[in-house]
């Protein structure tokens, strides 16, 4: 009787535990909100806690980096050109306590204060501004907006503009410009060309009038080249031009016809 006893004992106290007690699990990417009797407790860290089922309660938070795409603001410019601007950060939750206690949704929060920072940077440049200097723009937007961030119990990593879309008219001007740098590009490159081949010009024609003989040596490897069979050469100082026959084909001669012979 005393076992029977001492085991309906056990059982009670068994299901009493597990009525009263319960085991929670918070893995290392979380943190994990105590609250008791409805009123926040302190934030526990990874690890195995039990607590009283009636009147306590863990809320596990996930605080791995997240990543978050602000697409399609339109924002217009200083000199008045609309543009939709897309904007991407990465973000962490540095303390769950506040993000969960003291933000209704802290994530419409991040949203809305990297909007108004955007407007804010955007409205003050002129468009040409803006595209020169998009790869800036993150940095700023990032210093600006880090400290009301962290009021929301979030820390943010890195924010960059991810793209810049333009009216259709504005397209095509950007792409009439484009094309005109292009071709002053290239006419810029031919100028550079011909100058470069006249200054060789001017060389060449200096180095034939301090040494003579260098245009006799040109001549003579063109003949060396030429497939003609009479070439006449002509030489600044010489009086007389230099005839050179090269070897004629057979035939040659009788087609032309015997030299008449001198009478007796």
Do not use: C
Request: aromatic content about 6%.
């Amino acid at each position: 009787m005393e076992y029977v006893i001492a085991a309906l004992v056990a059982i009670v106290v068994v299901v009493l535990v597990r009525l009263t007690l319960r085991r929670v699990t918070v893995f290392e990417y979380e943190q994990g909100l105590r609250y008791r009797g409805g009123r926040f407790a302190g934030v526990v860290g990874p690890g195995l806690h039990w607590i009283y089922r009636p009147t306590t309660m863990i809320r596990k938070v996930d605080v791995r980096p997240r990543f978050v795409s602000l697409g399609g603001q339109e924002i217009l410019s200083s000199d008045g050109v609309t543009l939709k601007v897309t904007i991407a950060a990465r973000y962490e939750i540095a303390d769950a306590g506040i993000a969960i206690n003291k933000v209704e949704n802290y994530q419409e929060a991040l949203y809305l204060t990297l909007q108004l920072a955007l407007r804010e940077i955007v409205s003050q440049a002129p468009i040409d501004e803006v595209l020169a200097r998009r790869d800036q723009f993150g940095e700023r937007l990032k210093e600006l907006t880090t400290a009301e961030i962290e009021t929301y119990g979030l820390r943010l990593l890195s924010v960059n503009i991810k793209d810049i879309m333009f009216p259709g008219e504005i397209k095509k001007m950007f792409a009439q410009v484009v094309q005109a740098q292009k071709e002053g590009q290239a006419a810029l490159e031919r100028a550079r060309g011909e100058t470069a081949a006249l200054r060789n010009l001017a060389n060449a024609a200096q180095l034939v009038d301090a040494n003579p003989a260098l245009m006799r040596l040109r001549l003579l490897q063109q003949l060396s080249n030429s497939s003609g069979h009479t070439i006449v050469l002509g030489f600044p100082d010489s009086s007389m031009p230099l005839a050179v026959r090269r070897s004629e084909p057979a035939g040659t001669r009788e087609d032309r016809g015997a030299e008449p012979e001198k009478p007796a």
